[in-house]
């Protein structure tokens, strides 16, 4: 009868570890609103990415809120992996919304946001930016990928977001790790 009971505590201790964990997974890789997405590599540690008003192209940058280059901060609704939709959302401080991440291959694959919400979910294939934990990655329709990297730009300490298909990286960039945080402007 000792062996009994205590085979069923064990069972019973397993499935709630087992339900515990499944819970801990989803906090893990949960939607993100509001957010700020930051850029970590080479010496910089945890830069912001602002929007570019010229451009509409994404920054790195130390304070964006500050800056010559005529950057503005953004925050984002970011998909988790495992959501359906893999859409990135930026908005501006005022509440306005400035679209959505996407890569702009005729500008060198430089990160951008698109000014309406483009379909991730096309004829089978997905594609788009979600959130694994709080790294920023994409989904090419087969696997998950995070190639940033951060180019030069002609302003000090700013650099151009950029995507890297091929795996080469020019002279003075360097790859980033993206992640994003909960949103502490002040």
């Not at 509001?34 to 940058?61: Q, V």
């Not at 991730?120 to 930016?129: I, L, M, S």
Request: glycine fraction near 8%; include cysteine; charge should be negative.
């Amino acid at each position: 009868m000792h062996v009994t009971s205590f085979l069923s505590l064990f069972a019973l201790q397993a499935c709630i570890g087992w339900a515990i964990n499944i819970q801990v997974d989803l906090i893990k890789r949960s939607v993100e609103q509001n957010a700020t997405l930051y850029a970590y590599g080479g010496t910089y540690s945890a830069w912001s990415i602002a929007f570019g008003r010229d451009d509409g192209l994404l920054y790195i940058t130390e304070n964006p809120t500050s800056h010559p280059a005529n950057l503005i901060p953004v925050t984002w609704d970011l998909a988790a992996i495992t959501d359906e939709c893999w859409i990135a959302n930026a908005t501006f401080a005022n509440g306005t919304r400035a679209g959505s991440m996407f890569i702009e291959s005729q500008v060198g694959n430089a990160v951008g946001v698109f000014n309406f919400t483009r379909v991730a979910d096309f004829n089978g294939t997905v594609t788009g930016f979600g959130l694994f934990a709080s790294q920023l990655v994409y989904n090419n329709n087969t696997k998950l990928q995070a190639q940033f990297w951060a180019k030069p730009t002609s302003v000090v300490d700013t650099y151009a977001l950029m995507w890297n298909y091929d795996g080469v990286v020019e002279d003075g960039s360097f790859p980033v790790v993206v992640k994003a945080a909960e949103t502490n402007y002040s």
